[in-house]
């Protein structure tokens, strides 16, 4: 498949990604989100169904707040999303690409039949968007 540009999600998710529970501490997830170089994860039950996301920005403040006060920082449950922007693997990269423009998530959830599958970034798509480009014009 090399001289083949990805023209779907399911070729440019990351399979194996990040992700926490409701229960996760925000500090462990703050550890998570840099160690991972994520700007945010999925949420998922017990069974990797995807319940909500939880960005930098969502816990920044709170971990500050922690922070100063010197209290345990709260569980990813009191802070995360539930309305998610998702998207399945089968969508065109294109496609996702358009959305992209409207919506401002850095990480869309790939979600499969309820279950969290991957992860794809702007990044991914603009490097499957320049791929595309350049198979185009060799």
């Known amino acids: 498949m090399p001289n083949k540009a990805p ?3 399911r070729e440019i998710m990351s399979r194996d990604c990040y992700r926490v529970t409701a229960k996760t501490a925000v500090s ?3 550890e998570g989100l840099s160690l991972h170089r994520l ?3 999925p949420v998922v039950d017990e069974h990797d169904h995807l319940i909500g996301f939880i960005s930098e920005q969502d816990v920044l403040g709170k971990v500050l707040e922690s922070t100063y006060l ?3 920082p709260p569980l990813v449950k009191e802070l995360m999303r ?4 998702t998207v ?3 969508k065109s990269i294109t496609d996702l690409a358009q959305e992209m423009l409207k919506s401002k998530p850095k990480v869309y959830p790939v979600v499969e039949q309820q ?3 991957g992860i794809v970034t702007r990044r991914d798509v603009l490097n499957a968007i320049l791929s595309m480009r350049h198979k185009q014009n060799h």
């Open 7 to 9: 023209t779907t999600v």
């Open 28 to 30: 462990t997830l703050a």
């Open 39 to 41: 700007p945010g994860v």
């Open 70 to 72: 010197n209290e345990e």
């Open 82 to 85: 539930h309305e998610v922007l």
């Open 88 to 90: 399945t693997p089968n």
């Open 115 to 117: 279950r969290l599958v």
